[in-house]
């Protein structure tokens, strides 16, 4: 079972960046593909991105590819969203999670991830 902590969020301008983490403890991340997901006020949880267990493969929704970027560290155990060209529509409580098998692809199945973060709150501002 892996501890999973998002921090990074707050309020910004659109078009301005944000850096998202998400820290693990209990378990190292090097094996297990990692997603993002966030759920606005009103709206259900939806995929952001993930990026494969190697870090060599990428999956994004099309809302924000192109503007928001996975990226991992596996020596801090600490997986990022780089989030560039916000949107007042980016706006909602972001998400990490870890897939519940190692060694697999990107994936925007909520089912394929065992293990979930408390959620950092984005909020843009126009």
């Known amino acids: 079972q892996v501890q999973l902590v998002e921090s990074g969020g707050g309020l910004v301008q659109a078009g301005g960046s944000l850096r998202l983490s998400c820290a693990a403890s209990?378990?190292?991340?090097?094996?297990?593909?990692m997603g993002w997901f966030r759920q606005a006020p009103g709206k259900e949880r939806e995929f952001v991105g993930a990026?494969?267990?190697?870090?060599?493969?990428?999956y994004y929704a099309n809302s924000v590819k192109g503007r928001f970027t996975i990226s991992r560290d596996n020596a801090k155990n600490t997986v990022y969203l780089q989030m560039n060209s916000l949107k007042v529509e980016d706006t909602a409580v972001y998400y990490c999670?870890?897939?519940?098998?190692?060694?697999?692809?990107?994936?925007?199945?909520?089912?394929?991830?065992?293990?979930w973060g408390q959620g950092t709150q984005v909020t843009v501002s126009s």
């Open positions: 209990g378990r190292t991340l090097s094996s297990y593909a």
């Open positions: 990026i494969s267990w190697d870090g060599a493969t990428r």
């Open positions: 999670a870890s897939d519940s098998a190692p060694l697999q692809g990107p994936t925007s199945l909520t089912s394929r991830y065992g293990s």
